[in-house]
Protein backbone atom coordinates (compact mmCIF):
# COMPACT_ATOMS: atom_id res chain seq x y z
CA UNK A 1 0.00 0.00 0.00
CA UNK A 2 1.09 3.39 -0.61
CA UNK A 3 1.63 5.21 2.71
CA UNK A 4 3.07 8.49 0.99
CA UNK A 5 0.81 11.62 0.81
CA UNK A 6 1.34 15.32 0.51
CA UNK A 7 -0.10 16.46 3.97
CA UNK A 8 -0.15 14.37 7.15
CA UNK A 9 -2.89 15.61 9.56
CA UNK A 10 -1.97 14.50 13.20
CA UNK A 11 -5.44 15.00 14.90
CA UNK A 12 -9.22 15.87 14.05
CA UNK A 13 -10.49 18.05 16.46
CA UNK A 14 -12.26 21.37 15.36
CA UNK A 15 -8.55 22.74 13.96
CA UNK A 16 -7.71 18.68 12.03
CA UNK A 17 -11.05 18.74 10.53
CA UNK A 18 -10.67 22.40 9.59
CA UNK A 19 -7.52 21.48 7.90
CA UNK A 20 -8.72 18.54 6.29
CA UNK A 21 -11.52 19.80 4.00
CA UNK A 22 -9.34 22.84 2.96
CA UNK A 23 -7.26 20.06 1.86
CA UNK A 24 -9.65 18.27 -0.07
CA UNK A 25 -11.02 21.33 -1.13
CA UNK A 26 -7.84 22.26 -2.94
CA UNK A 27 -7.25 18.99 -4.41
CA UNK A 28 -4.23 17.33 -2.02
CA UNK A 29 -4.14 14.36 -1.72
CA UNK A 30 -4.09 13.78 2.67
CA UNK A 31 -4.22 11.69 5.38
CA UNK A 32 -6.19 12.47 9.14
CA UNK A 33 -4.54 9.99 11.69
CA UNK A 34 -6.78 10.21 14.76
CA UNK A 35 -5.35 8.70 18.29
CA UNK A 36 -8.77 7.55 19.88
CA UNK A 37 -12.31 6.65 18.52
CA UNK A 38 -13.93 9.39 17.16
CA UNK A 39 -13.40 13.03 15.79
CA UNK A 40 -14.62 16.34 17.31
CA UNK A 41 -11.26 16.39 20.22
CA UNK A 42 -12.92 18.79 23.10
CA UNK A 43 -16.24 18.94 21.19
CA UNK A 44 -18.19 16.02 22.35
CA UNK A 45 -22.35 15.74 23.14
CA UNK A 46 -24.41 13.57 24.60
CA UNK A 47 -28.40 12.77 23.15
CA UNK A 48 -30.75 11.35 25.29
CA UNK A 49 -33.82 10.22 22.94
CA UNK A 50 -36.08 9.40 25.90
CA UNK A 51 -35.80 12.90 26.93
CA UNK A 52 -35.37 14.89 24.04
CA UNK A 53 -32.14 16.55 26.37
CA UNK A 54 -29.39 16.90 24.54
CA UNK A 55 -25.91 18.20 26.60
CA UNK A 56 -22.30 19.29 25.50
CA UNK A 57 -19.51 17.59 27.53
CA UNK A 58 -16.70 20.55 26.32
CA UNK A 59 -17.17 23.51 24.45
CA UNK A 60 -20.54 25.08 24.00
CA UNK A 61 -21.28 28.78 23.80
CA UNK A 62 -20.95 30.91 20.77
CA UNK A 63 -19.71 34.50 19.59
CA UNK A 64 -22.03 35.61 16.72
CA UNK A 65 -18.31 37.47 15.30
CA UNK A 66 -17.14 33.78 14.93
CA UNK A 67 -17.37 34.02 11.42
CA UNK A 68 -15.62 30.96 10.32
CA UNK A 69 -17.33 29.01 12.49
CA UNK A 70 -20.69 30.38 11.29
CA UNK A 71 -20.27 29.53 7.94
CA UNK A 72 -19.79 25.99 8.71
CA UNK A 73 -23.13 25.84 10.84
CA UNK A 74 -24.58 27.99 7.78
CA UNK A 75 -23.49 24.96 5.47
CA UNK A 76 -24.86 22.43 7.67
CA UNK A 77 -28.36 23.70 7.77
CA UNK A 78 -27.93 24.82 11.62
CA UNK A 79 -28.46 27.92 13.23
CA UNK A 80 -27.92 29.82 16.82
CA UNK A 81 -30.20 30.46 19.20
CA UNK A 82 -29.70 32.71 21.80
CA UNK A 83 -28.99 31.60 25.62
CA UNK A 84 -32.24 32.51 27.31
CA UNK A 85 -30.78 34.59 30.16
CA UNK A 86 -32.99 38.00 31.23
CA UNK A 87 -31.52 41.36 30.09
CA UNK A 88 -31.29 42.63 33.99
CA UNK A 89 -29.46 39.45 35.22
CA UNK A 90 -26.53 39.99 36.95
CA UNK A 91 -23.03 38.45 37.91
CA UNK A 92 -22.84 37.74 41.42
CA UNK A 93 -19.88 36.41 43.73
CA UNK A 94 -20.04 33.87 46.51
CA UNK A 95 -20.17 33.71 49.59
CA UNK A 96 -19.71 37.73 49.63
CA UNK A 97 -23.26 37.88 48.00
CA UNK A 98 -21.55 41.00 46.19
CA UNK A 99 -22.82 41.79 42.80
CA UNK A 100 -19.88 41.96 39.94
CA UNK A 101 -18.22 45.08 39.79
CA UNK A 102 -17.25 47.77 37.31
CA UNK A 103 -13.97 47.31 38.39
CA UNK A 104 -13.62 43.53 38.06
CA UNK A 105 -14.93 44.03 34.34
CA UNK A 106 -12.18 46.51 33.52
CA UNK A 107 -9.61 44.96 34.79
CA UNK A 108 -8.44 43.22 31.35
CA UNK A 109 -7.52 46.48 30.33
CA UNK A 110 -4.94 47.37 33.39
CA UNK A 111 -3.24 43.27 32.80
CA UNK A 112 -3.02 44.71 29.30
CA UNK A 113 -0.88 47.98 29.70
CA UNK A 114 1.74 46.09 32.22
CA UNK A 115 2.50 43.93 29.19
CA UNK A 116 4.78 47.20 28.42
CA UNK A 117 5.51 47.31 32.05
CA UNK A 118 6.93 43.60 32.49
CA UNK A 119 9.88 44.38 29.65
CA UNK A 120 10.25 40.93 29.12
CA UNK A 121 10.24 39.84 32.88
CA UNK A 122 8.03 37.60 33.77
CA UNK A 123 5.39 37.01 37.06
CA UNK A 124 3.29 34.36 38.23
CA UNK A 125 -0.21 35.25 37.43
CA UNK A 126 -1.17 35.16 41.09
CA UNK A 127 1.16 37.65 41.67
CA UNK A 128 0.06 40.14 38.83
CA UNK A 129 -3.68 39.73 39.89
CA UNK A 130 -2.51 40.75 43.53
CA UNK A 131 -1.63 44.05 42.37
CA UNK A 132 -4.98 45.12 40.90
CA UNK A 133 -6.41 48.60 42.66
CA UNK A 134 -9.82 46.43 43.62
CA UNK A 135 -11.14 45.14 47.29
CA UNK A 136 -9.88 41.76 48.30
CA UNK A 137 -13.09 40.11 47.69
CA UNK A 138 -12.61 41.53 43.83
CA UNK A 139 -9.48 39.75 43.93
CA UNK A 140 -10.62 36.60 45.07
CA UNK A 141 -13.44 36.90 42.34
CA UNK A 142 -10.97 37.94 39.79
CA UNK A 143 -8.28 34.96 40.92
CA UNK A 144 -11.01 32.54 40.97
CA UNK A 145 -12.27 33.18 37.24
CA UNK A 146 -8.72 33.25 35.87
CA UNK A 147 -8.53 29.87 37.71
CA UNK A 148 -11.77 28.62 35.69
CA UNK A 149 -10.85 30.18 32.39
CA UNK A 150 -7.25 29.17 32.15
CA UNK A 151 -7.91 25.57 34.22
CA UNK A 152 -4.29 26.12 35.83
CA UNK A 153 -3.74 27.15 39.40
CA UNK A 154 -2.38 30.91 39.19
CA UNK A 155 0.90 30.65 40.80
CA UNK A 156 2.20 28.18 38.14
CA UNK A 157 0.47 30.37 35.13
CA UNK A 158 2.86 32.78 33.27
CA UNK A 159 1.17 36.21 33.60
CA UNK A 160 2.77 37.06 30.51
CA UNK A 161 1.66 34.24 28.43
CA UNK A 162 -2.00 34.55 29.43
CA UNK A 163 -2.03 38.44 28.73
CA UNK A 164 -1.14 37.51 25.16
CA UNK A 165 -3.63 35.29 25.00
CA UNK A 166 -5.85 37.75 25.88
CA UNK A 167 -4.68 39.99 23.35
CA UNK A 168 -5.40 37.63 20.72
CA UNK A 169 -8.97 37.71 21.77
CA UNK A 170 -10.28 40.79 19.76
CA UNK A 171 -13.73 40.59 20.46
CA UNK A 172 -15.71 42.43 22.61
CA UNK A 173 -19.31 40.52 22.04
CA UNK A 174 -20.40 37.86 24.45
CA UNK A 175 -20.53 34.25 23.89
CA UNK A 176 -24.21 34.69 23.98
CA UNK A 177 -25.21 31.89 22.17
CA UNK A 178 -25.38 28.26 21.03
CA UNK A 179 -26.18 25.72 18.67
CA UNK A 180 -29.87 24.77 17.81
CA UNK A 181 -28.78 21.41 17.51
CA UNK A 182 -25.99 19.19 19.02
CA UNK A 183 -22.11 20.08 18.33
CA UNK A 184 -21.85 16.52 17.76
CA UNK A 185 -24.13 16.78 14.66
CA UNK A 186 -21.96 19.87 13.09
CA UNK A 187 -18.79 17.66 13.86
CA UNK A 188 -20.67 14.78 12.19
CA UNK A 189 -21.49 17.10 9.12
CA UNK A 190 -17.60 18.59 8.74
CA UNK A 191 -16.36 14.64 9.10
CA UNK A 192 -18.62 12.91 6.76
CA UNK A 193 -16.90 15.12 4.26
CA UNK A 194 -13.36 13.57 4.56
CA UNK A 195 -14.30 10.86 6.18
CA UNK A 196 -13.09 8.07 3.85
CA UNK A 197 -8.99 9.69 4.60
CA UNK A 198 -9.59 9.45 8.74
CA UNK A 199 -7.47 6.29 10.42
CA UNK A 200 -8.60 6.17 13.64
CA UNK A 201 -6.88 4.71 16.96
CA UNK A 202 -3.65 4.88 15.51
CA UNK A 203 -1.44 7.39 17.91
CA UNK A 204 1.23 9.25 16.62
CA UNK A 205 4.47 8.60 18.58
CA UNK A 206 7.00 10.35 16.70
CA UNK A 207 8.09 12.63 13.59
CA UNK A 208 10.85 11.88 11.60
CA UNK A 209 12.34 13.69 8.61
CA UNK A 210 13.22 12.20 5.40
CA UNK A 211 14.42 13.03 2.33
CA UNK A 212 11.05 13.58 0.59
CA UNK A 213 9.34 14.89 3.52
CA UNK A 214 8.12 13.39 6.65
CA UNK A 215 7.04 10.42 8.47
CA UNK A 216 4.13 9.96 10.80
CA UNK A 217 5.08 6.83 13.28
CA UNK A 218 2.64 4.56 15.63
CA UNK A 219 3.35 2.13 17.11
CA UNK A 220 2.46 -0.20 14.61
CA UNK A 221 2.30 1.61 11.14
CA UNK A 222 4.09 4.75 9.50
CA UNK A 223 3.07 7.36 6.98
CA UNK A 224 4.90 9.57 4.93
CA UNK A 225 4.06 13.09 3.38
CA UNK A 226 5.75 15.84 1.88
CA UNK A 227 4.05 18.54 4.53
CA UNK A 228 2.71 17.40 8.20
CA UNK A 229 0.33 19.40 10.37
CA UNK A 230 0.62 18.79 13.85
CA UNK A 231 -3.25 19.55 14.85
CA UNK A 232 -3.28 18.67 18.32
CA UNK A 233 -3.23 20.60 21.54
CA UNK A 234 0.55 22.19 22.29
CA UNK A 235 0.63 20.23 25.94
CA UNK A 236 -0.47 16.68 23.69
CA UNK A 237 2.11 17.07 21.28
CA UNK A 238 4.89 17.73 23.92
CA UNK A 239 4.45 13.93 24.27
CA UNK A 240 5.45 12.68 20.79
CA UNK A 241 9.31 12.95 19.78
CA UNK A 242 10.38 14.90 16.71
CA UNK A 243 13.76 14.92 14.56
CA UNK A 244 16.10 16.91 15.55
CA UNK A 245 16.04 19.82 14.11
CA UNK A 246 12.34 20.01 14.50
CA UNK A 247 13.20 18.93 18.63
CA UNK A 248 15.67 22.28 18.31
CA UNK A 249 13.01 24.57 16.93
CA UNK A 250 10.76 23.46 19.49
CA UNK A 251 10.69 21.53 22.49
CA UNK A 252 11.17 24.25 24.71
CA UNK A 253 7.95 25.76 23.48
CA UNK A 254 6.06 22.50 23.65
CA UNK A 255 7.55 22.00 26.87
CA UNK A 256 5.94 25.92 27.77
CA UNK A 257 2.36 24.48 28.20
CA UNK A 258 0.66 22.60 30.79
CA UNK A 259 -2.85 20.72 30.09
CA UNK A 260 -5.66 22.62 31.85
CA UNK A 261 -8.11 20.33 34.14
CA UNK A 262 -12.04 21.62 34.39
CA UNK A 263 -15.47 19.33 35.25
CA UNK A 264 -18.32 20.58 33.83
CA UNK A 265 -21.84 19.43 35.32
CA UNK A 266 -25.15 20.58 33.58
CA UNK A 267 -28.95 20.50 35.24
CA UNK A 268 -31.77 20.93 33.91
CA UNK A 269 -34.93 22.23 35.49
CA UNK A 270 -38.64 22.81 35.43
CA UNK A 271 -38.50 25.87 36.75
CA UNK A 272 -35.64 28.72 36.63
CA UNK A 273 -35.41 29.41 40.14
CA UNK A 274 -32.41 32.02 39.75
CA UNK A 275 -34.69 34.00 37.96
CA UNK A 276 -35.78 34.98 41.45
CA UNK A 277 -32.66 34.92 43.71
CA UNK A 278 -32.84 36.94 46.80
CA UNK A 279 -29.94 38.86 47.22
CA UNK A 280 -29.48 40.90 50.62
CA UNK A 281 -33.09 41.64 50.44
CA UNK A 282 -33.34 42.27 46.67
CA UNK A 283 -34.66 39.86 43.83
CA UNK A 284 -32.33 39.75 41.47
CA UNK A 285 -32.21 37.14 38.46
CA UNK A 286 -28.43 35.11 38.13
CA UNK A 287 -26.55 35.51 35.04
CA UNK A 288 -23.86 33.78 36.64
CA UNK A 289 -22.07 32.89 39.61
CA UNK A 290 -18.37 33.61 41.03
CA UNK A 291 -17.26 31.22 44.22
CA UNK A 292 -14.14 32.94 46.08
CA UNK A 293 -13.94 29.63 48.24
CA UNK A 294 -13.47 27.14 46.24
CA UNK A 295 -11.79 29.33 43.99
CA UNK A 296 -11.69 28.05 40.47
CA UNK A 297 -15.74 27.73 40.65
CA UNK A 298 -18.33 29.35 38.17
CA UNK A 299 -21.85 28.49 37.47
CA UNK A 300 -24.15 30.29 34.25
CA UNK A 301 -27.09 30.16 33.20
CA UNK A 302 -27.29 28.01 30.08
CA UNK A 303 -30.92 28.20 29.24
CA UNK A 304 -31.45 27.80 25.39
CA UNK A 305 -34.73 29.66 24.06
CA UNK A 306 -37.33 26.36 23.82
CA UNK A 307 -35.21 23.94 25.64
CA UNK A 308 -35.78 24.52 29.02
CA UNK A 309 -33.52 25.46 31.76
CA UNK A 310 -30.28 24.91 32.49
CA UNK A 311 -27.26 25.51 35.17
CA UNK A 312 -23.93 24.70 34.41
CA UNK A 313 -20.95 24.42 36.78
CA UNK A 314 -17.44 24.54 35.64
CA UNK A 315 -14.99 23.55 38.33
CA UNK A 316 -11.28 24.35 36.82
CA UNK A 317 -7.87 23.51 37.96
CA UNK A 318 -6.36 22.53 41.74
CA UNK A 319 -10.52 21.93 42.70
CA UNK A 320 -10.71 19.62 39.67
CA UNK A 321 -8.15 17.45 40.21
CA UNK A 322 -9.01 16.80 43.46
CA UNK A 323 -12.53 15.88 42.78
CA UNK A 324 -11.39 14.00 39.40
CA UNK A 325 -9.70 11.46 42.28
CA UNK A 326 -13.29 10.86 43.07
CA UNK A 327 -15.64 8.30 41.64
CA UNK A 328 -18.25 9.38 39.28
CA UNK A 329 -21.44 9.43 41.64
CA UNK A 330 -18.85 11.49 44.01
CA UNK A 331 -17.99 13.83 41.55
CA UNK A 332 -22.11 14.95 40.48
CA UNK A 333 -22.97 14.76 44.33
CA UNK A 334 -19.88 17.49 45.25
CA UNK A 335 -21.10 19.97 42.12
CA UNK A 336 -24.38 19.34 43.24
CA UNK A 337 -23.49 20.98 46.99
CA UNK A 338 -22.15 23.39 45.57
CA UNK A 339 -24.61 24.10 43.40
CA UNK A 340 -26.90 24.05 46.71
CA UNK A 341 -24.62 26.88 48.67
CA UNK A 342 -25.75 28.78 46.86
CA UNK A 343 -29.56 28.33 45.76
CA UNK A 344 -30.61 26.01 47.98
CA UNK A 345 -33.14 23.00 48.24
CA UNK A 346 -34.79 23.94 44.72
CA UNK A 347 -30.96 23.03 43.01
CA UNK A 348 -31.70 19.28 44.14
CA UNK A 349 -34.97 19.45 42.00
CA UNK A 350 -33.35 18.44 38.83
CA UNK A 351 -35.17 16.25 35.87
CA UNK A 352 -31.70 15.57 34.01
CA UNK A 353 -28.22 16.46 34.58
CA UNK A 354 -24.71 15.33 32.64
CA UNK A 355 -21.02 15.58 34.00
CA UNK A 356 -18.15 15.73 32.00
CA UNK A 357 -14.64 15.52 33.88
CA UNK A 358 -11.57 16.73 31.51
CA UNK A 359 -8.51 15.82 33.71
CA UNK A 360 -5.56 14.69 32.23
CA UNK A 361 -7.25 13.39 28.96
CA UNK A 362 -4.78 11.51 27.25
CA UNK A 363 -5.72 12.54 23.46
CA UNK A 364 -7.59 15.87 24.05
CA UNK A 365 -5.43 17.27 26.91
CA UNK A 366 -7.53 18.69 30.05
CA UNK A 367 -9.48 22.14 30.36
CA UNK A 368 -10.88 24.27 27.78
CA UNK A 369 -7.10 23.75 26.57
CA UNK A 370 -3.50 24.10 27.44
CA UNK A 371 -1.37 27.38 28.80
CA UNK A 372 1.63 28.89 29.13
CA UNK A 373 3.17 27.82 32.28
CA UNK A 374 5.42 30.08 34.90
CA UNK A 375 9.41 29.72 34.10
CA UNK A 376 7.80 28.56 29.99
CA UNK A 377 8.27 31.03 27.20
CA UNK A 378 5.16 33.70 27.00
CA UNK A 379 5.56 33.65 23.09
CA UNK A 380 5.35 29.67 22.92
CA UNK A 381 2.36 30.42 20.95
CA UNK A 382 4.18 32.46 18.24
CA UNK A 383 6.96 29.99 18.10
CA UNK A 384 4.81 27.09 17.19
CA UNK A 385 2.50 28.86 14.92
CA UNK A 386 5.60 29.60 12.63
CA UNK A 387 6.42 26.70 10.46
CA UNK A 388 9.32 24.73 9.51
CA UNK A 389 9.44 24.16 5.90
CA UNK A 390 5.97 22.35 5.30
CA UNK A 391 5.79 21.17 8.97
CA UNK A 392 3.41 22.93 11.68
CA UNK A 393 1.15 22.77 14.41
CA UNK A 394 -2.63 23.96 14.33
CA UNK A 395 -4.49 24.25 17.61
CA UNK A 396 -6.71 26.02 19.25
CA UNK A 397 -4.77 27.79 21.65
CA UNK A 398 -2.22 29.33 18.88
CA UNK A 399 -4.35 30.71 16.77
CA UNK A 400 -3.96 34.63 16.20
CA UNK A 401 -7.43 35.29 16.75
CA UNK A 402 -10.15 33.55 19.18
CA UNK A 403 -7.93 31.45 21.14
CA UNK A 404 -8.97 28.72 22.80
CA UNK A 405 -12.49 28.88 21.12
CA UNK A 406 -13.89 26.55 18.91
CA UNK A 407 -13.44 29.69 15.95
CA UNK A 408 -9.60 30.15 17.13
CA UNK A 409 -9.41 26.14 16.10
CA UNK A 410 -10.70 26.55 12.59
CA UNK A 411 -9.17 29.58 11.56
CA UNK A 412 -5.90 27.65 13.05
CA UNK A 413 -6.48 24.50 11.31
CA UNK A 414 -7.01 26.69 7.76
CA UNK A 415 -4.55 28.72 8.09
CA UNK A 416 -1.80 26.23 8.81
CA UNK A 417 -2.86 24.32 5.52
CA UNK A 418 -2.26 28.26 3.69
CA UNK A 419 1.26 28.16 5.27
CA UNK A 420 2.29 24.22 4.45
CA UNK A 421 0.99 24.38 0.67
CA UNK A 422 2.97 27.62 0.15
CA UNK A 423 6.03 26.33 1.65
CA UNK A 424 5.41 23.16 0.12
CA UNK A 425 5.53 24.68 -3.60
CA UNK A 426 8.49 25.71 -3.02
CA UNK A 427 10.43 22.73 -2.30
Excluded at 127 to 135: A, G, H, K, P, Q
Excluded at 167 to 193: C, F, G, V
Excluded at 411 to 424: C, D, H, N, P, Y
Aim: aromatic share 8%; hydrophobic share 35%; charged share 25%.
Amino acid sequence: MNNHYDVIVVGSGLAGLAAANRLKEKGYRYKVIEASSRTGGKVQSVQRPESGHSFELGAQFINPEMTELMKWIEHAGMQLTETATPADAVSMMYPAKELSSDAIDEHEEKLAEWRTDLQGDDLRLSDLISRLSLTDTEKQAVASRYAELINLPLDQASARGVIELMTRYTSEQEDSHQLNAPLADLIQYMTNTVSEQICYDEAIVNIEETASGYRAVSDNHSYEADAVIMAVPPAVASKLTYSPALENLYRQALNSYLNGSIIKTTWVYDDPFWYDYDLNGDKEAIMDVVYTDPSGVTVVDSSKQGDGYRLTMFIGADAAKDIAKQSRREQMETALNLLEYVFGSPARGFKDAEQSVWVDEPFCGGGYGAAVQYGGLPDAAEILRTPHGPFAFAASELAEQFPNHMEGAIRAGQATVEQVIKLKTRQ
